[in-house]
């Protein structure tokens, strides 16, 4: 048994960045997946407007772009998020992106496993039955729609569901942004912070992660330490 079955009852992670390569969906995917969406709208935008449509994330100027275009916000955006998914999913089918080799310490881990991503659920569904079968108990991505975008991360959300799909309560979360530890916090459970060599720095002065480490393949070995939290 890890030294981790004996202090926590579940381990987490997210999936960009700390499973898979890349610490997102590229930005080409949305791109084109926005221009998919338009086709199928049969909506015309202005060139300004297009590139607000073809932004990664939900916000004002996309909002509004839609509805100068005459597009309703909501259906597309749920469309652009299925359009996104099926073209990441046929990325990921030509291994475009691929699990990091450090995961394979997670088969050292005598606990169940699961996935807790900002990234699209349908993609950490995909994930998890096509690219890195049978590893994990239970996958949570966003929901594709506005409201789903805006529980992302640091929003302990789709944390506090998966724990309640596990049955857990101690448990850990491992992640490679700050918002991965706030997020951790927030639901009641350890983080641990991956700093991969290659990932962009983070002020450590800025976060409290329960642990840091530079590879997964340090996770079976951790030496547990108990943290209370309010």
């Not at 960009?16 to 935008?45: C, H, K, M, W």
């Not at 993609?123 to 991505?141: H, S």
């Not at 840091?212 to 309010?230: G, K, Q």
């Amino acid at each position: 048994m890890s030294d981790l079955a004996s202090a926590y009852d579940a381990v987490l992670f997210d999936m960009d960045g700390v499973l898979l390569e890349g610490r997102s969906t590229a930005s080409i995917i949305y791109e084109r997946a926005a221009n998919d969406t338009i086709r199928r709208l049969e909506a015309d935008p202005l060139p300004e407007q297009l590139a607000r449509l073809e932004q990664r994330s939900y916000g004002p100027l996309l909002e509004a772009a839609c509805r100068d275009s005459g597009i309703d916000p909501e259906r597309f955006w749920q469309l652009r998020e299925r359009c996104a998914s099926a073209r990441e999913h046929r990325w990921l089918a030509q291994g475009l992106r691929e699990p990091y080799a450090d995961t394979d310490a997670l088969f050292d881990l005598d606990v169940p496993l699961a996935v807790v991503s900002n990234n699209r659920h349908a993609t950490i569904q995909y994930v998890l039955d096509t690219v890195m079968p049978g590893m994990f108990e239970v996958g949570r991505g966003r929901d594709p729609s506005i409201a789903g975008f805006r529980r992302r991360k640091p929003d302990s959300t789709y944390l506090d569901e998966t724990l309640d799909a596990l049955g857990v309560e101690t448990a850990l979360y491992v992640g490679d942004r700050t918002t991965d530890v706030e997020a951790a916090h927030a639901a009641g459970i350890d983080s641990v912070l991956l700093t991969r060599p290659e990932a962009p720095s983070i002020d450590m002065t800025t976060v409290a992660p329960t642990y840091r480490i530079e590879s997964l393949a340090e996770l079976p070995t951790l030496s547990p330490r108990r943290v209370t939290r309010a």
